[in-house]
């Protein structure tokens, strides 16, 4: 797109959401739109007075009755204020989890204009965005094309990749002020309860985000509570291997969070790089306990995709096939395992934490299924049709 044409949409976009800056129907601008004049503009659309529009009248009527005529003021994982003065129509997210978090809230997916390419391409667990646009990922953005979907909120990390979300942030602010732009991660165990409440706040789904976030909590805090009476010398020892081979990861880590979160102790936390790779001597002198390996994306295996148990059964063989592995205490009581990133990273970490706690203390979680975590997810959160007694395959054994 040549600069002058780019220049076009620009104000283009400006237009259609400067009004986002006030309140429509505010007649005296104090920032507060109260039952009067909520009433004098509806009678001066009906008969075809004034300015507004059927939509303006739609927003001023969500912003009084949600929002006691009143902006919106949330706070994002980023530590960024914003205030919204009209309720989000046209929504672009470049990051999956983001995505996913406001299907589990039951936000209207028609509102999703765009998503990014790694959602697009997901066709079994995002059905419904082959037919939306592709705006490319946070790190090669397709700005033309968000610029033209002109829309009022874009969703990008909060604390990871944050040059490559800055940058489309600086872009987006420069091009058309009207566009929010809401930071947040949606994978964190620490900071997800509040994303969903205000990202829920946010989009008028505070019912069902209450309902997600006890849902989710309970899982979590459950594992927590099972876990927190074990002392650190009897917590049990794991060797949790990340995509390449003798790759683990160290305290600071979102994975090795998960495995404290589960009762884990791992002998490599304290490595100076965040994901080392480990002598395979040293892995055997630690002599795990339960071993884990991560499969999915680099290692493509499993998944939503296809019921492909023999491709985990066939890393877990190559696995139980090392050299001198036979010696490790997890290989002799057969506590080797296979997880998919899937289910313990992005929003459905709980479900893959609820698998470690299971593995690695079977007696103090006897009650705990996580598959029938994992079902009532996708069924009642997500509104997937999705069985997962036949289809996709996560965990091994």
């Excluded at 902006?71 to 994982?77: C, F, K, N, R």
């Excluded at 391409?121 to 968000?146: H, L, Q, Y």
Aim: proline share 5%; aromatic share 10%.
């Amino acid at each position: 797109m040549n600069r002058h044409l780019l220049l076009a949409v620009a104000l283009l976009l400006i237009a259609g959401t400067a009004s986002a800056a006030g309140i429509p129907g505010d007649a005296d601008g104090n920032g507060v739109l109260d039952q009067p004049e909520y009433t004098a503009a509806v009678l001066a659309y009906l008969v075809g007075e004034g300015d507004l529009t059927r939509t303006d009248i739609q927003d001023a009527a969500w912003v009084l009755a949600r929002w006691d005529g009143r902006p919106l003021e949330i706070t994002d994982s980023s530590g960024q204020t914003l205030t919204l003065s009209r309720p989000l129509r046209r929504v672009v997210t470049f990051t999956g989890e983001s995505l996913e978090t406001l299907r589990s809230l039951g936000f209207a997916m028609e509102k999703v204009v765009a998503v990014d390419k790694y959602s697009h391409e997901k066709s079994t667990f995002f059905p419904e965005c082959g037919g939306k646009a592709n705006v490319g990922s946070i790190w090669s953005p397709d700005m033309e094309r968000v610029l033209t979907l002109r829309p009022d909120a874009v969703f990008l990390y909060a604390t990871i990749s944050t040059a490559a979300c800055d940058e489309i942030q600086q872009k987006l602010d420069a091009s058309s002020p009207g566009i929010r732009v809401l930071r947040f991660d949606c994978f964190k165990p620490a900071t997800y309860p509040g994303e969903i409440r205000t990202i829920a706040a946010a989009t008028g789904c505070e019912d069902r985000g209450d309902e997600f976030a006890r849902f989710y909590t309970s899982v979590m805090d459950g594992i927590r509570a099972g876990t927190a009476d074990v002392p650190d010398d009897e917590k049990t020892r794991v060797y949790f291997e990340y995509w390449a081979d003798y790759k683990t990861f160290a305290s600071g880590s979102g994975y090795n969070e998960k495995l404290e979160i589960a009762g884990g102790y791992n002998p490599f936390a304290g490595e100076s790089a965040e994901y080392p790779e480990i002598d395979p001597e040293a892995v055997i002198v630690s002599n795990p306990e339960v071993v884990v390996k991560l499969t999915g994306q680099k290692l493509a295996a499993g998944g939503y995709v296809g019921h492909d148990v023999a491709a985990l059964e066939a890393t877990q063989s190559a696995i139980l096939e090392r050299p001198g592995w036979t010696r490790l205490a997890a290989v002799a009581d057969d506590r080797v395992y296979v997880i998919h990133s899937d289910i313990l990273g992005g929003a459905q970490h709980f479900i893959g934490t609820a698998y470690l706690a299971k593995w690695f203390y079977p007696e103090r979680f006897a009650d705990l299924d996580p598959n029938a975590v994992h079902q009532r997810y996708l069924t009642e959160f997500q509104g997937l049709d999705f069985n997962l007694a036949s289809e996709g395959a996560f965990v091994y054994p």
